[in-house]
């Protein structure tokens, strides 16, 4: 089963092109350049070096979020603009999941922050099991920084942009419970988006590509500012 993933919900896009045996290509780029600039051009790179066609592909699979508002909805819409025009099944991962299970061997908990702005980070908690392989342990969450490390008394290994940002404050707070994975494995991988969904692809648990949406978790700035005029017409 050959499967064509991508991720765009950070500022890193990443495309990828696996089998169940072996990755067959990956092109992962760190560059603020709009997605809309980079990613169908992208795809059909990836493609043509592998010598193969959208016909040879069994399956897409993409990034849902949380991430940025913007990256997820080209992902979303590039991926299901190209479900409806050639008919392939569509898996969505949420992007945690993804950046977590770059991590296959770690015995400590995994915490992947993406950064969220406005001072809080997209979070889960993870765990890797030798047999049930990667368990979510909490819900998706949007947090400010110190009230996740409040909540974490063991160690942990983290991961993800939000890491750049907040690295000093975790250092100082959880001191020596606290590790980083390495640079190459603290971006989302496509691959890694690619590999989550082939269960879902094994056991026919698929998306009808009309209704595929991002998880955001948090309203976007234009909802917020919605709601609050909502409210404040609301006031007698």
């Known amino acids: ?21 072996e990755l067959i290509a990956e092109y992962t780029f760190n560059c603020p350049v709009t997605h809309t600039k980079l990613l169908v051009g992208t795809m059909e790179l990836l493609l043509r070096n592998s010598n193969l066609t959208i016909n040879d592909i069994d399956g897409l699979a993409v990034s849902l979020g949380p991430g940025s508002f913007t990256g997820l909805r080209i992902g979303v819409s590039t991926v299901k603009g190209l479900a409806l025009a050639s008919g392939k099944p569509v898996v969505g991962v949420p992007t945690l999941d993804a950046l977590a299970f770059n991590l296959p061997f770690a015995r400590n908990l995994i915490c992947p922050i993406i950064d969220a702005k406005k001072g809080e980070v997209y979070t889960a908690l993870y765990r890797m099991d030798e047999i ?41 707070t959880l001191g020596g419970l606290a590790t980083f994975a390495p640079a190459q494995v603290s971006t989302v991988h496509a691959a890694s988006v690619a590999y989550l969904s082939l269960s879902k692809f094994k056991q026919s648990i698929i998306e009808d590509p009309a209704s595929l949406t991002p998880i955001y978790i948090r309203l976007s700035e234009a909802e917020m500012k919605w709601r609050e005029r909502e409210l404040l017409t609301k006031v007698p």
Do not use: C, W
């Open 1 to 21: 089963m050959r499967i064509l993933a991508i991720d765009t919900a950070t500022q890193v896009e990443s495309v990828a092109l696996i089998s169940e045996e």
């Open 132 to 172: 049930k392989g990667l368990i979510k342990v909490t819900e998706n969450l949007v947090i400010d920084p110190m009230s996740l490390l409040n909540r974490i008394h063991e160690p942990v290994i983290f991961t993800g942009d939000g890491v750049k940002i907040y690295g000093m404050l975790i250092n100082e």
